[in-house]
């Protein structure tokens, strides 16, 4: 099958290696920790690379599958997953999956490597500073009322809705139409597919949409992130944008990370999963706006001297660096201090 166009896979150097195998650990700390496949840390520090965001999103989407495996079993040893809740967003998200992929193909016909890198960046910028934000006020206001994680108003108002085909989620606690499933599954597949990241929907949208703990909807998308990264990695396979070097240097950063960051879990509260995710998230979102004008520049639609693009480029991945660091420290640390505490009282 042809591809839509001859990706430029990069040169690995040794210092590109030890960058990606350290951004894969912590990518895949942050994916057992927060459910989210830890790929709005990875699709990043790939571009920050030089990795065109197609190649990008389609590395990250499949390394994804066998690292969720890893932390969903992990998880499910711990009775934190919902198997039914994530097969049944699984079901919808892998529709969603074909969807994204055809809007980059639109994209990469219509304006080319460029104009796919721009649409990642702003697509990160957006929604990482929207999710984030609510997710940071939600994790503000959870530790205020000392961690009391019930349903939210909007998942309460929705819990009403008795529309069939009604379904119980017994490890989430939740009984919901499977109309509110649809389109949760829908936007976390087709953001999945567009930057390689649909947990920050996925997890979001079974907290305040269905009802589920921080918790349980953090493991149950570690579910749907398998199930879409099998189905979407087969289909950017053929497009020929899997560069298998980087998949398999990420991957095995991601193993050992994922496994680190689900035994975190059952150390801390609730409300830190979301201080963690918000934190990387406006952090990340910050590189890649920075990134923004390097790609207008190669479209033609603004101009800067190479020097400026350059400067921007240094912060950029600066920015990226931060974002991996702060996630790691707020993770490690929160165990550490659990870990102590819990020693402190035995």
Not at 78 to 86: P, W
Not at 292 to 309: A, F, I, N, R, W
Not at 318 to 342: N, T
Request: aromatic residues 6%.
């Amino acid at each position: 099958m042809e591809t839509l166009l001859n990706a430029n896979f990069i040169e690995l150097t040794a210092e590109a290696v030890a960058f990606l195998f350290i951004v894969g650990f912590i990518g895949g700390l942050v994916s057992g920790f927060i459910g989210s496949g830890g790929a709005f840390v990875l699709t990043p520090g790939m571009m920050s690379l030089g990795v065109p965001g197609t190649v990008a999103v389609a590395s990250n989407m499949c390394h994804k599958f066998p690292k969720a495996l890893v932390g969903a079993i992990k998880r499910f040893r711990y009775g934190q997953v919902d198997i039914k809740l994530g097969l049944v967003m699984a079901a919808s998200a892998g529709v969603g999956v074909q969807i994204g992929i055809k809007i980059q193909k639109l994209i990469l016909t219509a304006w080319g490597q460029a104009g796919s890198d721009l649409y990642v960046s702003l697509s990160f910028v957006a929604v990482l500073v929207v999710v984030g934000g609510i997710v940071l006020r939600d994790a503000l206001t959870s530790s205020a009322a000392d961690g009391d994680e019930g349903p939210g108003p909007l998942a309460r108002r929705l819990a009403q809705w008795n529309l069939p085909p009604m379904i119980t989620f017994k490890t989430a606690g939740v009984r919901v139409s499977l109309w509110l499933t649809v389109p949760v599954g829908l936007a976390t597949g087709m953001l999945a597919a567009t930057i390689a990241v649909g947990g920050f929907i996925g997890v979001p949208g079974m907290i305040y949409v269905l009802g589920a703990s921080g918790l349980v909807a953090s493991a149950t998308e570690l579910v749907i992130a398998f199930v879409m990264g099998l189905g979407g990695s087969v289909n950017w396979a053929l497009q020929g944008m899997v560069d298998i070097r980087l998949v398999l240097i990420i991957l095995g950063g991601s193993l050992l990370g994922v496994q680190l960051g689900a035994i975190g879990t059952t150390y801390v509260r609730e409300h830190m999963i979301k201080v963690v995710m918000a934190a990387i998230m406006l952090i990340v979102a910050v590189s890649r706006a920075l990134a923004v004008p390097k790609y207008l520049v190669k479209l033609d639609l603004m101009t800067l001297s190479e020097g400026t693009v350059a400067a921007l480029d240094t912060i950029s991945f600066a920015f990226m660096c931060l974002a991996l660091l702060v996630g790691s420290v707020i993770i490690l640390g929160s165990m550490w201090r659990a870990k102590r505490a819990e020693a402190a009282h035995a």
